[in-house]
């Protein structure tokens, strides 16, 4: 090794702020067509421009191979070989979740021993993560930082999939409670969920509120292209792109496009993919919706571009749930200064946080006469969506930058 890369490397071992960090994500860039993919990417980078080292490690049921090395924008990623945990049965999927830590460690157990790292940072869902860092927290003696998006099993029993106290249900909590444990701070997205927590009073201390974050970089400049593609010129174009399932409640929204089939100018388009796609599918069928486009999931750069072709941006949360989110699908909508529309279940701290900041209109999921008018609202007045988009990407410079999530979760290094 030539002299100057020696020198380099010392420096920036011995540089008292220099830390090695390790992200563990069970989705990641490019494939990926999740929010928490590019979250975590657009973290990695900003913690390498800090000077910091950055290794990623998520997995893949595509390889042939145990693992792979690759290197993605500078960030170091390490793929292991996994079993499918996307898009099949639910047995299936828990199976195969279950096994993630003890495959990680089985595969990229040499690999961890000899390149220690100075803070864990790991993403839920998934909640079985949490043996895998129990296992590097104590083998490097570092600390862990929780980035918990999900609680999890708690929204699948408001939803009534699982029943309490139920064998499922022990099994999920079992493992809920490890990868809590696991955690040095566990950071929640919203300060209702702090509540959740502060009835047994266990993890209290631990706890702390990070809001989801994004680059502020801007997206593609406006193109018609998607809507000449999809004859919708002269269309206002409420857009809803990520998951379509349970949780999202999408017949909320197939509930206000069925009551503007009568306005002329509004279209609906829903992109991605989940177990609700059927139901959409079925109900334009039935009800002859010729006001909305059902298109499949899409990388990330032609999101993007979709993004930057439409008028609102759509979400919904379904109003059985106890606990309280921010949709990441709500972070492009502000990127891209397009006004937010959606409903959320009651007392969900979202419906403030956009509303005070003039970004959008928030109902409570139910309340389907509030969401009609508040869509009427934004059919109507081009200068309410761009004034609207405007406050959007605001409240993403000042609550839910990159650079401020960096600051939190480095401060616990």
């Not at 759509?314 to 409903?343: A, C, E």
Request: positive net charge; charged residues 20%.
């Amino acid at each position: 090794m030539r002299g100057w890369k020696r020198i380099l490397i010392f420096i920036c071992i011995t540089r008292p702020d220099f830390m090695r960090l390790l992200l563990i994500v069970d989705d990641y860039l490019p494939a990926s067509i999740k929010v928490a993919a590019r979250m975590m990417h657009d973290l990695a980078l900003a913690c390498i421009a800090q000077g910091h080292e950055v290794t990623v490690c998520t997995v893949d049921d595509t390889l042939n191979e145990p693992f792979v090395i690759e290197v993605l924008d500078g960030v170091r990623v390490l793929r292991y070989r996994t079993g499918s945990i996307k898009n099949v049965s639910r047995v299936r999927r828990a199976i195969n979740e279950t096994l993630l830590s003890f495959r990680a460690w089985r595969i990229l157990g040499h690999y961890f021993k000899r390149n220690p790292h100075d803070l864990i940072v790991y993403y839920s869902p998934t909640i079985f993560f949490g043996p895998l860092v129990y296992k590097l927290k104590t083998l490097w003696q570092c600390r862990s930082f929780l980035i918990l998006r999900d609680i999890f099993p708690q929204w699948v029993v408001d939803n009534g999939l699982i029943k309490k106290y139920s064998p499922v249900y022990f099994y999920f909590r079992l493992f809920e409670l490890i990868n809590y444990n696991a955690a040095s701070v566990i950071a929640v997205q919203s300060p209702s969920n702090l509540s959740y927590f502060a009835k047994s009073g266990k993890f209290s201390p631990r706890l702390e509120v990070l809001y989801n974050w994004s680059s502020l970089e801007p997206l593609p400049a406006r193109n018609h292209v998607y809507r000449e593609k999809l004859g919708l010129a002269g269309k206002v174009v409420f857009f809803y792109g990520g998951n379509i399932g349970h949780a999202q409640d999408m017949m909320n929204l197939v509930r206000l496009a069925k009551s503007l089939q009568d306005a002329p100018t509004a279209h609906f388009i829903f992109v991605g993919k989940g177990d609700e796609v059927a139901l959409i599918e079925g109900a334009i069928q039935a009800d002859r919706l010729t006001n909305i486009t059902y298109l499949p999931a899409v990388d990330q750069v032609e999101y993007e571009q979709m993004l930057s072709a439409f008028d609102v941006g759509l979400f919904s949360l379904h109003r059985d749930h106890k606990t309280h989110n921010f949709p990441g699908k709500l972070l492009g909508y502000m990127k891209q200064s397009l006004p937010i529309l959606g409903s959320v279940n009651r007392g969900n701290d979202l419906e403030a946080v956009i509303t005070e900041a003039g970004a959008g209109f928030v109902s409570v999921n139910g309340d389907d006469e509030t969401l009609l008018a508040h869509a009427l609202q934004l059919i109507h007045s081009t200068e309410l969506r761009a004034q609207m988009g405007h406050n959007a990407y605001q409240l993403l410079k000042d609550q839910f930058s990159v650079s401020a999530a960096v600051q939190k979760i480095l401060s616990h290094a």
